[in-house]
T-cell receptor, first 116, second 111 residues
Framework: DTGVSQNPRHKITKRGQNVTFRCDPI?????LYWYRQTLGQGPEFLTY????????KSRLLSDRFSAERPKGSFSTLEIQRTEQGDSAMYLC??????????????FGQGTRLTVV | RKEVEQDPGPFNVPEGATVAFNCTYS??????FFWYRQDCRKEPKLLMS???SGNEDGRFTAQLNRASQYISLLIRDSKLSDSATYLC????????????FGRGTSLIVHP
């Protein structure tokens, strides 16, 4: 395990379809984050897991979005009834809770979603 | 007001120049600070952590000013390969320790 893995790397879907992305974090990392990034912007936080528990969700995460991390390992992000505004890069990151403060997060290569 | 603010640039500098970026944060409970580098259409990668006493890594120097709530990144002797977007990241003490990103500053180093 050399890093965070995301798939697919690219996804083109028609408006109204559902899509699901997968993230495999670094194996010993208990924290997992999902971000969304659009052109010219920094990554925007969507949701966060510590082990299998989803501890925080952004207001950006509408009810069409759902994320899971069933066994505290890999995670999935599903978008239902996609809209053109969902087109973005979806980034997954993981980190360990080695210290009491935050430690660096390692990112996957992202899934680029295009809704047509 | 955004939690983490950066000048998007672009900063256009010649090779060999020294360039500095600032990043301001709004939450005084911010505890951990990082600079990430992001190349075009790639994922962000950690460039360096920012420590209270300031720290240096080769041509890169990071500093933290808690009183004024900003961090800075100084790049000396710029190389063409330094061209990228530099993202400021802040983690707030307590709660979920979620990394919060600025929008990034674009650097273009030209010959």
């Amino acid at each position: 395990d050399t890093g965070v893995s995301q798939n697919p790397r690219h996804k083109i879907t028609k408006r109204g379809q559902n899509v699901t992305f997968r993230c495999d974090p670094i194996s010993e990392h208990n924290r997992l984050y999902w971000y969304r990034q659009t052109l010219g912007q920094g990554p925007e936080f969507l949701t966060y897991f510590q082990n299998e528990a989803q501890l925080e969700k952004s207001r950006l995460l509408s009810d069409r979005f759902s994320a899971e991390r069933p066994k505290g390992s890999f995670s999935t992000l599903e978008i239902q009834r996609t809209e053109q505004g969902d087109s973005a890069m979806y980034l997954c990151a993981s980190s360990s809770q080695t210290y009491s403060d935050g430690t660096e997060a390692f990112f996957g290569q992202g899934t680029r979603l295009t809704v047509v | 007001r955004k939690e983490v603010e950066q000048d998007p640039g672009p900063f256009n500098v010649p090779e060999g120049a020294t360039v500095a970026f600032n990043c301001t944060y709004s939450n005084s409970a911010s505890q951990s600070f990082f600079w990430y580098r992001q190349d075009c259409r790639k994922e962000p990668k950690l460039l360096m952590s920012v420590y209270s006493s300031g720290n240096e890594d080769g041509r890169f120097t990071a500093q933290l000013n808690r009183a004024s709530q900003y961090i800075s990144l100084l790049i000396r002797d710029s190389k063409l390969s330094d061209s990228a977007t530099y993202l400021c990241v802040v983690i707030i003490r307590g709660g979920s320790y979620i990394p919060t990103f600025g929008r990034g500053t674009s650097l273009i180093v030209h010959p």
